[in-house]
């Protein structure tokens, strides 16, 4: 069973920056596309980015265009997420998150077989 491991969060003022990873356990796991999630307190878990494994395809929430970079390391099999000019709505935990095939839309959890146990990103105002 392929375990991914978060990494990178913490607390920044707003307007910083953070860098989060992604670790998989095994290095020959090859995802089909990787997306981050996040979860605020009391609201529902919503997709922030996602990447194909394979090309150059990347995708954003609204919320986080321009501001947050998603990108990949396939020699190191690990996944990053670049995060500038943080709000304090980004505040949440945000999960890592590996995908065997789309249906559709990379933004959909069901598509989704491997989860990390995220890392929390609080961001003050």
């Known amino acids: 069973q392929v375990q991914l491991v978060e990494s990178g969060g913490g607390l920044v003022q707003a307007g910083g920056s953070l860098r989060l990873s992604c670790a998989a356990s095994?290095?020959?796991?090859?995802?089909?596309?990787m997306g981050w999630f996040r979860q605020a307190p009391g609201k529902e878990r919503e997709f922030v980015a996602a990447?194909?494994?394979?090309?150059?395809?990347?995708y954003y929430a609204d919320s986080v265009k321009g501001r947050f970079t998603i990108s990949r390391d396939n020699a190191k099999n690990t996944l990053n997420l670049q995060m500038n000019n943080l709000k304090p709505e980004d505040t949440a935990v945000y999960y890592c998150?590996?995908?065997?095939?789309?249906?559709?839309?990379?933004?959909?959890?069901?598509?989704?077989?491997?989860w990390g146990q995220g890392t929390q990103v609080t961001v003050s105002s």
């Open positions: 998150a590996a995908s065997g095939a789309l249906t559709g839309s990379p933004a959909q959890e069901y598509d989704y077989d491997y």
């Open positions: 095994e290095r020959s796991f090859r995802p089909y596309a």
């Open positions: 990447i194909y494994w394979r090309g150059d395809n990347t």
